[in-house]
C-alpha cells in the first residue's frame, strides 16, 4: 500500500482510466485500504460502469461492496451486472446489500441454508458462500 501512496502522491492520478482499474483489482480483493486511498485521491466508484462494484461483488467481498456504495457506486449499473454476479457466486448478504441500495432481487431464505433467487431473470437457488471463499 505504500507503494500506491507514493505514487498518488508523487505522480497523481494521471488518467481516469487506470484510476479505474486500480480500484477495480484492489475491489476484486476486497482491499479496503487502497480503495480508500483511492477513492480518497478522487477516483469515481462509478469509473468503469461501477466495475469496481462488480468485481467486488463477484468476489462476494461485502465490506468493498459497502465501501463503494457509500462512495456513490450504482448498483444497478450495467444492467444490474454486480447484483447477478453475487447472486451466481451464492453471496447471499452481498445480494442484499446491492438490493437495499436499490439493485433489482427479490431473495428469500428457504431451507437449510439456501438463498432463493430471482435477480434480472437470474432465478434459482445457491447455498451461501462466507465472503471470498468459494
Same mark, same amino acid.
Given at each position: 500500500m505504500?507503494?500506491?501512496r507514493l505514487l498518488l502522491c508523487?505522480? =497523481?492520478v494521471d488518467s481516469p482510466a487506470c484510476a479505474g482499474r486500480a480500484l477495480v483489482s484492489a475491489s476484486l480483493? $476486497?482491499? #479496503? =485500504?487502497a480503495m480508500s486511498l483511492l477513492?480518497?485521491?478522487?477516483?469515481s466508484a462509478r469509473a468503469?460502469?461501477? $466495475?469496481? #462494484?462488480?468485481?467486488?461483488?463477484?468476489a462476494g467481498k461485502l465490506e468493498a461492496?459497502?465501501?463503494l456504495l457509500q462512495h456513490g457506486a450504482d448498483s444497478r449499473a450495467a444492467g444490474g451486472a454486480a447484483i447477478r454476479e453475487a447472486?451466481?457466486?451464492g453471496y447471499g448478504a452481498v445480494v442484499a446489500a446491492l438490493a437495499e441500495a436499490g439493485g433489482k432481487a427479490v431473495a428469500k431464505r428457504a431451507a437449510r441454508g439456501q438463498v432463493v433467487l430471482e435477480v434480472?431473470?437470474?432465478?434459482?437457488?445457491?447455498?451461501e458462500r462466507q465472503e471470498g471463499r468459494g
Open positions: 505504500s507503494v500506491l508523487t505522480a =497523481g480483493h $476486497g482491499q #479496503l =485500504g477513492l480518497g485521491h478522487g477516483v468503469e460502469n461501477s $466495475g469496481a #462494484l462488480r468485481a467486488a461483488a463477484g461492496v459497502r465501501l447472486a451466481e457466486g434480472q431473470g437470474v432465478a434459482g437457488g445457491c447455498r
